[in-house]
């Protein structure tokens, strides 16, 4: 044998992959995160959101939401209130008490916002996670089986995607009555189909790949495939557009409330809370600003966040 | 180790008397048909078909390399993948090891795939970009339940790895932090982690630079002297085919127009689509240079509309009535050296009149 | 055999001086080129060969002023009609690159806008700068008349080019510019000679075309017509011909070579393919890990190859016409350009490096007239 295989001196990409593999990779990440400002910001004020919802309990009296009766003196002077008493002055943001002001019904403007913050995420995060696991499901099974299975998934979501949001949860809530429950699903129903249709094209983008070709070549059954190399592969971006969404929902589900759909009408959610504040605005435009901002805030910080991490994850960068 | 190789004493065995040695072929594909049908209309009514392989009979010896040799549309990437059962033929037949395995599937169709890999064009396309290297070369086997524990699958991909001429240290990377050619050398080691004894390679070095093509065509010899390893080389590189096979096919629009020896079908081309193909070849020698010779116009036809009779006849120079009337006959015009043509057109004088 | 053009000063149609270009990446700042000296005359054809990663491409991008935003030219010259490109301003630059450079790349697919046609394609050019062009319309208009007259002999129609001439002289001498519509009949005609020049066939059809319904040799061509009717001092053609077939890149190479001696440009031809350039190319120079190592004369230097890479280059390729019982490439790869090896960048894979190839880097220099290189085993 008089041949010899050549030893390789040099790998280009060596340099800053000397200990490689999984680690390497995840600080790569970071470094891809770090240079970029509005990822950074994005995921502090994800973060920040997800904190101070799980913390809420702690940082102000969970019972604060209530109505306080007999409203406190320096309240906001409010017609309602105003027939039981008189001479209450207007409480705009910036006293000790009330950072942000209070409300209509003399509720601490702060304490409402930070009590309202988690029951938005949890909704949001029930519907997206459900959407996701839906979609990926039935995606993935859409996408494999392909054939009548695939035209029938797609048909279903078509119905679905046909279904006017507002009005099924007009009749969800005239059915069933305003319950919190009832408008999550009736926000899921016509949530779901797009991860349908995101994970399916993603996933017969991705078994079109040579690689999965080079598996089937090597021996590999079908779900081996599509379970351990297609899936993980085309996960990716369906990752990012739930990211997205959990800031959309949000969105979504404080303009149902805004429009009247709260089942009580003392919930803390922010979209009510502008709901409530909106026929003082002019005499009082804090009601409206900062729980707005508010709503703002949290769905800015998940979009920027899941749009840093489709950058993060884009090939292009990453090879 | 085996070193015995080359067996090109074949070469007289014509393939009338192939039937009587049917286990000298390893890989044997009868009259494969691979169409494509378009789908149109209101009812999804096949309209039209691609006709990628349109009838097709190859042989590959154990121990030989067969080059097959095309420009795009000619369907040999489809003939490829449709002997590695990888797409169903249309009609036809395909024989591994004397057995039809067209019509396998499942189990049974898995035993065959251990024995016949695949190494694709583009290494990186063919690597799961998540997976590192170690468990893209633990993973076939895990499938074939070759290796008995993890540590022993572990020790067979550190000794692949280097018998493709990379070190231990690469086993933990991902497919991006390697250059063209370490890929390459992975997804080879990737084949052989199973130990086959049919490789297809489908165009392995053409996203290759020059020296790290040759580079990884000397392993590929070395490998197959070393495995005793039986290739079937695609590619569209003549010069690459050349170096590499013992026996060459030429496909045109889904049909074989010439199969024979390397040596007969570069020296001696019988068909005008071969010669125009290698008086194509640009020769790395300026003394050499082709200044005022004629070059084949236009370009492949549409594989959906196949011109009647021979279907290289819309840009063969030597076309003729009957060209357009007949299917052209396949004519043994030496031992092993099959020609579908008409005419038996002599090139040495052409090389100036072409 | 092509004998090569006079190789005089008066005819250099590029000069790029000590070229240094540097790019900034996550990993660190990749050192692609690295002093390229390099001359181009009109009407020559200069085949610049390298394997991925020799800053081949890149040369062409910093003569074209088309550098990614990471690029830094950190020094060097870039010499045409004795003008500094390097040193112009943007709109300068965006100038010359109408006029005076043309790239052709390897996949025309992504550089032909998919929903317009090839006519307005190439005719976009003039009607979109009308007062740069209207000299060179109305002359170009001109010059076919002069050879339409010569071949008409129906005294009809000449008596109507004959009109049409006196009226684009007045035009001529006018300083007012013309207007659209008859910018866009001259960039029609001019446009559809061009299509005639690259030999598509039935150019009038082929204008009215998008793109998709050309195949992939007629794009091709497409896109050279598209470049060369600004008439360019440098045409820069990077792998055109790697995506195509080899009956259908034979047919593009001779057209090349034709029309070397039709149009004046210098036309630089990048590849990786040394089988292109020893059937094309008048002048050769090899670039290994941004450095040109060596250049001259097609026929001198694929006859007697003098630096060891270029030799281990040849070693390489396997031969359509000769069996070749082994190839001998050059062992190992290219090199990190972060971290590129001192002085001679071919070193470490080097057979036959010695003491002072670590230390210092070679210059180029002439070892025997048209043919220099880059290595101290033949002095410098």
Same mark, same amino acid.
């Given at each position: 044998m008089t041949q010899r295989v050549e030893e390789v001196p040099f790998e280009p990409r060596s340099v800053y992959r000397r200990r490689s593999g999984r680690i390497s990779e995840i600080k790569y990440s970071l470094y891809l995160a770090r240079k970029n400002p509005l990822v950074l910001s994005g995921s502090v004020l994800a973060i920040g959101s997800i904190l101070i919802a799980a913390l809420s309990g702690i940082i102000v009296d969970p019972r604060s939401w209530a109505f306080q009766y !007999? !409203?406190?003196?320096?309240?906001w002077n409010n017609p309602w209130i105003n027939w039981h008493l008189q001479n209450i002055k207007p409480c705009p943001p910036g006293t000790p008490f009330y950072p942000l002001g209070a409300d209509a019904f003399g509720r601490n403007l702060l304490n409402m916002i930070i009590l309202g913050l988690p029951i938005d995420l949890q909704i949001s995060f029930s519907i997206v996670i459900s959407a996701f696991a839906i979609g990926v499901a039935l995606g993935a099974v859409a996408a494999y089986a392909g054939g009548l299975i695939d035209e029938a998934v797609l048909r279903i979501t078509d119905v679905f995607f046909a279904f006017p949001g507002l009005v099924l949860a007009l009749v969800l809530v005239a059915v069933f009555g305003r319950n919190l429950t009832i408008l999550t699903l009736a926000v899921l129903v016509v949530w779901w189909p797009l991860y349908v249709r995101l994970t399916r094209s993603q996933i017969l983008a991705e078994k079109e790949k040579p690689y999965a070709e080079a598996l089937k070549a090597m021996g590999a059954g079908r779900l081996r495939i599509l379970f351990l190399h297609i899936i993980p592969n085309s996960i990716y971006p369906v990752i990012v557009q739930a990211t997205l969404d959990i800031g959309g929902v949000i969105l979504t589900f404080s303009s149902l409330m805004f429009l009247g759909f709260a089942p009580s009408p003392l919930t803390p959610e922010l979209g009510k809370l502008v709901s409530d504040g909106i026929s003082f605005v002019s005499q009082a435009p804090w009601l409206v600003i900062f729980p707005g901002l508010a709503i703002v805030l949290v769905a800015l910080g998940f979009n920027l966040l899941g749009d840093g991490i489709r950058d993060i994850l884009d090939p292009r960068l990453r090879r | 180790m085996l070193s015995i190789r080359r067996l090109n004493f074949l070469g007289t065995i014509t393939d009338s008397t192939l039937g009587e040695l049917e286990s000298i072929n390893l890989v044997e594909a009868r009259n494969v048909f691979k169409w494509f049908p378009i789908k149109g209309g209101l009812f999804g009514r096949t309209i039209a078909n691609v006709r990628a392989v349109d009838g097709v009979s190859i042989s590959i010896r154990k121990g030989e390399t067969m080059g097959l040799v095309g420009e795009s549309g000619s369907g040999k990437t489809t003939l490829g993948r449709t002997i590695m059962r990888l797409i169903d033929p249309t009609k036809g037949e395909i024989f591994f090891d004397g057995v039809n395995i067209t019509r396998l599937s499942g189990r049974s169709l898995k035993r065959y795939r251990r024995r016949m890999q695949m190494v694709f064009q583009d290494p990186y396309a063919s690597l799961d970009p998540r997976q590192t290297v170690r468990s893209a070369l633990t993973e076939p086997m895990k499938i074939h339940h070759i290796a008995s524990s993890k540590k022993e699958a572990d020790e067979a991909a550190a000794k692949l790895i280097e018998t493709v001429?990379?070190?231990?240290?690469?086993? *933990?990377?991902?497919?991006? *932090?390697?250059?063209g050619g370490q890929r390459q050398r992975i997804a080879i080691a990737r084949a052989l982690a199973v130990n086959p004894e049919f490789v297809l390679l489908d165009e392995p070095t053409s996203s290759l630079d020059v020296s790290v093509q040759a580079q990884i065509l000397n392993l590929l010899k070395q490998l197959q002297r070393r495995f005793n390893l039986t290739y079937l080389f695609i590619s569209h590189n003549l010069s690459v085919i050349r170096h590499m096979c013992d026996r060459v096919a030429v496909m045109y629009l889904g049909r074989i127009v010439e199969i024979g020896n390397m040596k007969a079908i570069y020296e001696s081309p019988k068909h005008p689509y071969t010669f125009a193909l290698l008086s194509a070849v640009p020769n790395p020698d300026p003394t050499k240079r082709k200044e005022h010779e004629p070059v084949l116009e236009g370009e492949v036809p549409s594989p959906i509309d196949i011109p009647s009779g021979c279907r290289f006849r819309t840009r063969c120079p030597y076309n003729t009535e009957k060209c357009a009337r007949e299917f052209p006959p396949l004519v043994e015009i030496e031992p092993g050296h099959w020609v579908e043509c008409h005419y038996d057109i002599d090139f040495s004088s052409a090389r100036r009149s072409f | 055999m092509n004998s090569t053009p006079q190789l005089t000063k008066k005819n250099v149609a590029l000069e790029v001086r000590n070229l240094r270009v540097v790019f900034h990446t996550y990993a660190g700042v990749v050192k692609a080129i690295d002093g390229v000296n390099l001359t181009v005359h009109s009407k020559e054809l200069l085949g610049l060969v390298g394997e991925s990663g020799s800053g081949k491409s890149v040369t062409a991008l910093a003569i074209a002023g088309l550098?990614? %935003?990471?690029? %830094?030219?950190l020094e060097g010259e870039v010499l045409l009609r004795g003008k500094d490109l390097l040193k112009q301003s943007k709109k300068e630059l965006r100038m010359a690159r109408l006029t005076d450079i043309a790239l052709v790349f390897q996949d025309p697919m992504t550089y032909l806008n998919p929903v317009m046609t090839i006519g307005t394609q190439i005719t976009e050019i003039f009607t979109g700068n009308l007062k740069i062009y209207k000299d060179e319309l109305i002359q170009s208009r001109l010059d076919q008349i002069e050879n339409e007259l010569r071949q008409e002999t129906d005294p009809k129609k000449i008596s109507k080019l004959n009109e049409e001439k006196t009226k684009l002289e007045i035009k001529k001498q006018n300083s007012s510019g013309i207007s659209k519509k008859e910018g866009k009949r001259l960039a029609k005609l001019l446009a559809i000679e061009y299509l005639k020049l690259v030999k598509l066939p039935e150019p009038e059809r082929v204008f009215k075309m998008y793109p998709f319904e050309l195949s992939g040799g007629m794009r091709q061509r497409a896109m050279i017509a598209m470049a060369l009717v600004r008439r360019p001092a440098v045409l820069l053609a990077d792998e055109i011909t790697t995506a195509l077939d080899v009956t259908v890149q034979a047919q593009i190479l001779k057209l090349i070579k034709e029309l070397r001696d039709k149009v004046d440009a210098a036309i630089i031809l990048i590849t990786h393919d040394l089988g292109i350039v020893a059937e094309t190319c008048d002048r050769v120079a090899v670039m290994y890990a941004g450095n040109i190592v060596e250049e001259g004369d097609v026929i001198e230097i694929f006859k007697n190859p003098l630096h060891p890479y270029t030799v281990g280059l040849f070693g390489a390729v396997p031969r359509p016409d000769i069996e070749k019982e082994n190839l001998e490439p050059v062992p190992g790869s290219v090199p990190d350009l972060i971290n590129p090896p001192s002085g001679c960048r071919f070193h470490p894979r080097c057979p036959k490096a010695f003491e002072r190839c670590p230390k210092s880097k070679p210059p180029l220099i002439e070892y025997k007239p048209g043919h220099k290189v880059a290595c101290f085993l033949y002095g410098g």
């Open positions: !007999p !409203p406190r003196y320096y309240c | 001429g990379l070190n231990q240290d690469h086993l *933990e990377r991902f497919p991006h *932090e390697f250059s | 550098l990614p %935003e990471n690029a %830094e030219v």
